[in-house]
């Protein structure tokens, strides 16, 4: 049966987990057929490989690093390992070492959006805005109306609509936080994002309903409610 893991890799031993009950049988029953002392000996040899394989193997599942370092030993090209190192070193500061892995999982996969976020998210995060906007002007314009239409898209537009308001770009960035709005309507960043540009202009009464539809996706978010409280004074609703 075909699962979704098979996007990132196909390997063998997801296959087995049934198809060894026969080989395992077989097994059972050959280990009957020599005598008494030679089952005494082979038997906990053969026991004692498996145990030692299965303590090595488990040595790779250790944490999130040792997992992606092996993976990435034993096929150099896995670019989910590329973007998950990546995400590591970009959460721990390491933003050129999590480019240098990010810029890895596109060589494997070119088209893949989380590596392109990613990379424009590191620009953003080191203050590189007018790379940040290139970057993302360049994704989203290479990109078909059906990739357009991801949820990874949809951070895009945000992330691009923040780039923009770094370099004081108001207009610019209002349009990319409605495009994001328009591609996801669950995604509730950008809700806030556009409500405090127009807030930051005066413009509290179109505020308003922009952040009653972010409260709809998250009601509990006490940030939105402070602000649409602000708002409604603001303007006088």
Known sequence: MPFDFQYYSNVADHYLYLAMIGPALG?????????PLARRILV?????????SSFLYA???KDDATLYAHTLAVNPRSFMAHN???QMLEEEGRFEDA???????????????????????????????DEAIRHYTDVIGRSSPAEGLT???AR???????????????????????????????????Y???????????????????????????????????QLALAMAKSGG
């Open 84 to 86: 998950n190192t990546g």
């Open 99 to 129: 480019l240098s892995h990010y810029r890895a999982a596109l060589e494997a996969d070119p088209g893949w959006q989380d590596a392109l976020n990613n990379i424009g998210n590191v620009l953003y995060k080191e203050g590189r805005y």
């Open 27 to 35: 097994l059972a029953f050959a280990c009957a057929r020599p005598a």
């Open 59 to 61: 040595s790779h599942w």
């Open 192 to 226: 806030y994002n556009l409500a405090l540009v127009l807030m930051a202009f005066g413009r509290y009464a179109e505020a308003i309903p922009v952040l009653r539809r972010g409260l709809v996706v998250n009601p509990d978010h006490a940030e939105l409610r402070r």
């Open 151 to 153: 949820r990874t898209a």
């Open 156 to 190: 895009m537009h945000n992330n691009l609509g923040a780039a923009y308001l770094k370099k004081s770009m108001y207009d610019g960035a209002a349009i990319e936080f409605q495009r994001a709005m328009a591609i996801d309507p669950d995604y509730l960043e950008p």
């Open 44 to 52: 906990p040899l053969a026991l004692a490989s498996l145990l030692a």
